[in-house]
Nanobody, 124 residues
Framework: VQLQASGGGLVQAGGSLRLSCAGSGRTFSNYAMGWFRQVPGKEREFAGA????????YYADSVKGRFTISRDNAKNTVYLQMNSLKPKDTGVYYC??????????????????WGQGTQVTVSS
């Protein structure tokens, strides 16, 4: 699966952004999807995951209630709607996919496919 993330940018604290990740190369609906973020000097951390059908979602405690992950299998795309953004949300956001949602939730180790990352900067 090839993944192409987009939608990052600069936003003020309290604002919103929507990230998109388009998949190609294999049957998109066969894969659970997730979003991770990383800041320099720190490990990539889990933000959210969604099951193959979209019926089940998981979130890190740090984003719960503010971020929403969704997918449109007809468009081979997964989204991350980010609201009430905080400066600590700043980082490079990566989309990821794997056949197992457990692997996505437990990532970043072991995940099969990664997108290239999109920068999100939240100013105070």
């Amino acid at each position: 699966v090839q993944l192409q993330a987009s939608g990052g940018g600069l936003v003020q604290a309290g604002g919103s952004l929507r990230l998109s990740c388009a998949g190609s190369g294999r049957t998109f609906s066969n894969y659970a999807m997730g979003w991770f973020r990383q800041v320099p000097g720190k490990e990539r951390e889990f933000a959210g995951a969604i099951s193959r059908s979209g019926g089940v979602t998981y979130y890190a405690d740090s984003v719960k209630g503010r971020f929403t992950i969704s997918r449109d299998n007809a468009k081979n795309t997964v989204y991350l709607q980010m609201n009430s953004l905080k400066p600590k949300d700043t980082g490079v956001y990566y989309c990821a996919s794997d056949e197992s949602i457990s692997t996505v939730r437990g990532g970043p180790a072991g995940i099969a496919y990664w997108g290239q990352g999109t920068q999100v900067t939240v100013s105070s």
